[in-house]
């Protein structure tokens, strides 16, 4: 059984052609990962697999996804803990939130 | 295993586990080679850390669409190329199904 | 840091904290520099469909340059000054009078990203990576295009190593346009497939 992604030839509606803002947060995501790249440190085929893998892919978005997958591959190399990526994340959505 | 433009090839209908550049609508469909496009390390094992060598050959394959689909609306020149691994190809005979 | 974002408390997203978290982890750490990541935005930011339609352009105006693009694409590429992907290999295919192409990337949305930039998001929906390979004409028709009768359409399912553009036709009535002007007919949709370009009254 093939996986979620590999949706060649499935049934589809219309295309909705509407076009978002990139939002900041996006573009970061594209910047860690090509400095990742850069560094050695993750594959193009890495973060493919690391996507693949994701049990909520059909529920997010395409940076969404780029970035639960590179949380992914970060935390299964010993670069980075889940439990800190929670705490900061936490941490920085608390900050925000202040008026 | 090489191929030379013109080959008639089916893709093989492999489930194997694991992260593939292969996908599922082509599985068991026959077509040709159109090209050899270069030599890679195989994206199968590089999506888990390995080296991912020895390099394999891909390759530009085409496929009529009224081959892949019962329900494809357009002429039968119509057509769909895949860049597919050669360990993912095999030979077939002219005129089989 | 990469900078106070003020529009950044107003997004829906749970992953804009995530990948800030892991931002500043990883510089903390001194895994990434904060000049990597500035590279990181910058190289998105310096790529657009702009290098498409510079190279489609010249080839109109050159017919051994149109032979470069067509048989070594990256070489191309690299003598107007832009640098495509790598390993990945760049292939620029054309359409004819007899052949409509349609890039797709049913996988995973692969897209020349080193040479166009981002890939518009309908490229990367759901919808479009699993019809444009089944029903490539009824894609292109939601589009408002239809290549006229006669015309085979081939689609391209970029599948592994190899990021695809399109050559599109050279309008007719652009005889005295100049290179900048031709470029500007290019549009995004007809390097992808989705349509063709401008003419010169549109």
């Known amino acids: ?99 | 295993m090489t191929y030379e433009p013109g080959d008639h090839v089916r893709v093989l209908p492999s489930e194997k586990p694991g992260h593939v550049r292969t996908p599922d609508y082509l599985k068991g469909k026959s077509g040709w080679v159109e090209s050899l496009i270069g030599a890679f390390s195989n994206p199968e094992e590089l999506a888990y850390g390995l080296s991912g060598l020895p390099e394999r050959h891909l390759y530009k394959v085409g496929f009529r669409q009224a081959d892949l689909w019962n329900d494809y609306e357009g002429p039968a020149e119509d057509r769909l190329y895949v860049d597919i691994y050669e360990h993912w190809l095999e030979p077939e005979e002219r005129g089989t199904k | 840091m990469s900078g106070h974002h003020p529009h950044e408390e107003t997004t829906t997203s749970p992953y804009a904290a995530r990948i800030r978290a892991i931002e500043a982890l990883l510089l903390e750490k001194g895994v990434l520099t904060e000049p990597e990541v500035q590279d990181g935005i910058s190289y998105m930011e310096a790529r657009s469909p702009a290098n498409g339609a510079r190279l489609v352009a010249r080839a109109w105006m050159d017919d051994g340059f149109k032979e470069l693009l067509l048989s070594d694409a990256k070489r191309a590429a690299s003598e107007l000054g832009m640098e495509p992907e790598h390993p990945a290999e760049f292939v620029v295919v054309e359409n004819t009078r007899y052949v409509h192409n349609l890039i797709v990337c049913t996988l995973c949305s692969c897209y020349p990203r080193a040479i166009l930039g981002r890939p518009p998001d309908w490229y990367k929906s759901f919808e479009y990576r699993s019809r444009a390979v089944r029903e490539p004409r009824a894609v292109m028709r939601e589009f408002g295009f239809e290549p006229p009768e006669g015309v085979e359409v081939v689609v391209h399912d970029s599948t592994a190593d190899v990021r695809y553009m399109i050559l599109p036709m050279r309008p007719t009535g652009t005889e005295d346009l100049d290179e900048e002007e031709l470029a500007r007919l290019v549009t995004r949709n007809s390097l992808v497939g989705t349509d063709v370009p401008r003419t010169p009254e549109a």
């Open chain 1, 1 to 99: 059984m093939s996986g979620v992604h590999d949706m060649g030839g499935s049934p589809g509606g219309p295309i909705d052609r509407d076009q978002h803002e990139v939002e900041d947060w996006e573009r970061l995501a594209d910047a860690i990962n090509s400095a990742l790249g850069a560094r050695g440190l993750q594959t193009t085929d890495e973060l493919r697999r690391a996507i693949e893998s994701l049990e909520n892919y059909r529920d997010l978005s395409y940076y969404e996804r780029w970035t639960a997958a590179t949380e992914r591959l970060l935390v299964e190399k010993n670069i980075l803990t889940r439990e800190e990526i929670d705490e900061r994340a936490a941490e920085i959505e608390r900050r925000w939130s202040r008026p």
